[in-house]
């Protein structure tokens, strides 16, 4: 039975879609955000071994060459995470599909559905079909918050166990996007139209960073595209600077309150029916 | 009537004239206590042999405990009035004619609240006030009903001076439950507490958040599993005091608490504490209840004098009593340690949970085995009840609560771990959870753990916002600002901030884990 790479279960999360859900996290990501907040999702370990010696709760060690990880001795203190220098976390908890449904089934009937992120969770499509199945079996709701990188298009499988994507749209120039995180965003942008058009887009969501790229510009032409969806909710998140990588923080700087407030107000005049900010 | 020391007689003066003198309490607050220190000179009840011993104890070996009823019991502990008959027929005693329209309503309600005697002095129910208002808010819109609906709560919150005093909401959705819960939103007081009866056949989403949303403003109403009250006593049950399960035109006798920690103290390991330590107080504490039962029936008078009585606002066959406890995390964790297993603890390991349910398993045996006296509404047994603790408890978990400081990182943890127990408790329980809401802005998340909770065999669930004024302490509600006041020597009006300061010194209830 295959194995991936789970970063973190959190078995109560009232963040990643509607109501409470169990949120999946899973390691890697190929977008190289400059405001990523989770930077050490974005590799996998390289068994360097740095992080070993430093763990203050013994939960790390080599074997056979590689890191392993106990996660029933972790402390969750963040200092392998701060000793690494290949953005990657050892604390992974390699599962099967199965082993990650049973985590999930202790939240039942506290929870109404699960959300799978990352990371990148599309990186593995076969755990979330799998997983999703398992889900879908059992009564409860599935979603995926991915950066559209994915083509969802070739995965019909995946959505029919899947209910609804949040789709990151960073920026909607292609000048931009690379600004932003060094990859184009045509798939995001197919993938805006094609989740929309099957109503498997759950929600749309863009990080305000004034300045690193045209904010009102991109909030504006979501907008404009979403409207016609109405249960689609756009999220307008504030950039915050904790947990970024000190060499981007130091060069962005959070939206001011009033300024938030205006781009939902731009929103809603552009007839998006829900306007979240967080 | 018994006869007393006359040293006990004279520290007891001395307990009186330092009421008369004390700086920090109101005069209503002096003239209750006067006359707990007068009763406390009386010894009237047929007491069980043993019982001293196990009830005029220093705190940290008191098993058995009355909370302040009295020695002679003049009136039921808790008594829960048919506010409907009230208000549709009037009452002769208080010359006062049915009530034809809003105003009327609340006037005549207001008035009989003061007239309704409880163990603090002040009325311990309120009322299912969506259902008593709704019929005539009809003609009122809905401005003037949301202005006259605060100015009842205002006047309840100012005059009933103890927030031991519960409303009801719900199931059903009703245009009064909203107009109550948006003015209990606005006013944010701790008088009336608010419980929403919740079954998701019955009660809309719409109406659960708008109960969740007002929660975390003024940390009410509650949530009570409507389906599992109903199973365990009947449509026709009511949330008092703290939480408390009791027939509606009924009520409770009394209420006497095990403490559970302490009794485990005395026994050799768990073997002795199940087969002896524990049925030993469990026999004497149920008959010190039987006394004080048929004390208030037999000779109090109450049920052939007191005007609720004799207008059938109350029947004594609907009264039953509250067999307490408290200290079950405390009294595992004590035998653990007896048996060598310090590090196996209450909430954190199923060895020691599995210890809780037996016990439990063992007071709910000993309880519908014992006859009851005048308890046929309640099939001949007391109801079991999770107490909350009092203000001088310390070193005291409340009910079966798993104390403050070791609850589990996880809520869902947490959660599994009070599902075991609520089930024990038709006359009441309930756990408490501070929510942070500037991460938990998405109120269907909360409804969700509602729905499951209740799924999951939970009977009665509180929560409030991290940062609210207004906060549960154990069952009641209190303000911060009005402990700081009193800390800082200051009258206070609610008798029950006294107690939330002690919660907070002595019960460390400020230090819930946040979720």
């Known amino acids: 039975m295959e194995r991936y790479p789970v970063n973190k279960i959190i078995p109560f999360s009232s963040v990643d879609g509607p109501g409470n859900r169990t949120a999946v996290f899973l390691q890697g990501c190929n977008f190289d955000c400059r405001y990523c907040h989770n930077p050490e999702t974005r590799k996998l370990c390289t068994d360097c071994g740095d992080c070993v010696p430093k763990c203050p709760a013994k939960a790390l060690s080599i074997e056979d060459g590689k890191v392993v990880f106990d996660y029933r001795k972790c402390v969750a203190c963040d200092t392998c995470i701060k000793t690494c220098t290949h953005d990657a976390s050892p604390r992974i908890r390699w599962m099967t599909p199965e082993e990650t449904f049973e985590e999930i089934k202790k939240q039942v009937p506290y929870i109404r559905g699960v959300t799978t992120s990352g990371g990148e969770c599309t990186f593995y499509p076969d755990f979330l079909r799998e997983l999703f199945t398992l889900c879908k079996n059992a009564g409860l709701g599935t979603l995926i918050d991915s950066n559209g990188s994915y083509d969802f298009s070739k995965d019909p499988g995946l959505l029919k166990v899947c209910d609804g994507v949040m789709l990151d749209v960073k920026s909607w120039t292609k000048e931009d996007h690379a600004k932003v995180v060094d990859f184009s965003n045509e798939m995001v942008l197919k993938n805006l139209k094609f989740l929309a058009e099957r109503h498997k887009l759950y929600e749309v969501r863009t990080v305000v960073v004034p300045g690193l790229f045209d904010v009102e510009g991109t909030i504006s032409r979501v907008s404009e595209y979403i409207k016609d969806f109405p249960e689609v909710r756009y999220k307008i998140i504030t950039y915050r600077p904790m947990g970024v990588r000190e060499k981007y923080a130091k060069e962005m700087n959070p939206p001011k309150k009033d300024y938030m407030n205006q781009l939902k107000i731009k929103a809603e005049s552009i007839g998006v029916k829900t306007v979240v900010l967080v | ?515």
């Open chain 2, 1 to 515: 009537m018994r006869d007393i020391s006359m040293d006990r007689v004279n520290s007891t003066r001395d307990q009186m004239l330092e009421t008369v003198k004390s700086p920090t309490l109101t005069h209503e607050q002096k003239v209750a206590t006067m006359a707990n220190l007068a009763d406390s000179l009386l010894e009237v009840l047929d007491l069980p042999e043993g019982l001293d011993e196990l009830l005029n104890a220093p705190i940290d070996k008191q098993c058995i405990c009355d909370l302040s009823e009295g020695h002679a019991p003049l009136r039921p502990r808790y008594i829960i009035p048919d506010y409907e008959k009230f208000l549709r027929e009037g009452s002769s005693f208080l010359r006062l004619e049915p009530a034809h329209d809003l105003l009327e309503a609340m006037n005549n309600l207001l008035i009989i609240y003061k007239n309704v005697p409880s163990v603090t002095n002040f009325p311990v129910y309120v009322g299912a006030l969506d259902k008593l208002l709704d019929p005539y808010m009809k003609d009122v819109d809905d401005e003037t009903a949301l202005k006259l609906t605060k100015m009842f709560l205002i006047h309840m919150d100012r005059t009933i001076l103890d927030s031991f005093c519960h409303s009801n909401i719900g199931p059903e959705a009703t245009r009064a439950g909203r107009i109550i819960m948006k003015a209990v939103a606005e006013t944010c007081d701790t008088v009336p507490n608010v419980t929403m009866k919740y079954d998701p056949d019955i009660t809309p989403d719409d109406f659960a958040i708008q109960g969740i949303e007002t929660t975390l403003k003024s940390a009410k109403p509650s949530f009570a599993n409507h389906k599992m009250f109903v199973n365990d006593l009947g449509e026709d049950y009511v949330i008092a005091s703290c939480y408390n399960g009791l027939k509606y035109g009924g009520g409770s006798y009394t209420l006497v608490r095990l403490i559970l920690g302490n009794i485990a103290k005395r026994a050799k390991n768990i073997e002795d504490f199940k087969k002896n330590v524990l049925p030993y107080v469990l026999d004497i504490q149920a008959r010190y209840m039987d006394a004080r039962v048929k004390f208030i029936v037999e000779e109090s008078g109450f049920f052939e004098n007191n005007f609720l009585a004799k207008e059938g606002l109350i029947h004594r066959e609907k009264f039953t009593g509250m067999y307490g406890l408290v200290g079950l995390a405390d009294a595992v964790n004590i035998l653990m340690e007896k048996e060598g297993k310090k590090g196996v603890r209450f909430g954190h390991s199923k060895e020691a949970d599995d210890l809780g349910v037996e016990i439990m398993d063992i007071i709910n045996d000993f309880n519908n085995n014992h006859e009851a006296p005048y308890c046929e509404a309640t099939g001949g047994h007391y109801l079991l009840h999770a107490q909350v603790g009092i203000a001088s408890d310390i070193d005291v978990t409340p009910g079966t609560r798993i104390p403050i400081g070791e609850e589990p990182d996880e809520m869902i943890d947490h959660l599994r771990v009070l599902s075991r127990f609520h089930k024990y408790f038709p006359a009441g329980t309930g756990d408490i959870f501070p929510i942070d809401t500037t991460v938990h802005k998405n109120t269907d998340y909360l409804l969700d753990i509602i729905k499951g909770a209740f799924k999951d065999g939970l009977r009665y669930l509180s929560f409030y916002a991290s940062d609210s004024d207004v906060i549960r302490i154990t069952g009641y509600l209190v303000k911060k600002s009005e402990i700081e006041k009193l800390e800082n020597g200051e009258n206070v009006m609610q008798d029950t901030t006294a107690l939330g300061m002690g919660a907070k010194h002595n019960g460390h209830i400020l230090e819930r884990k946040v979720r």
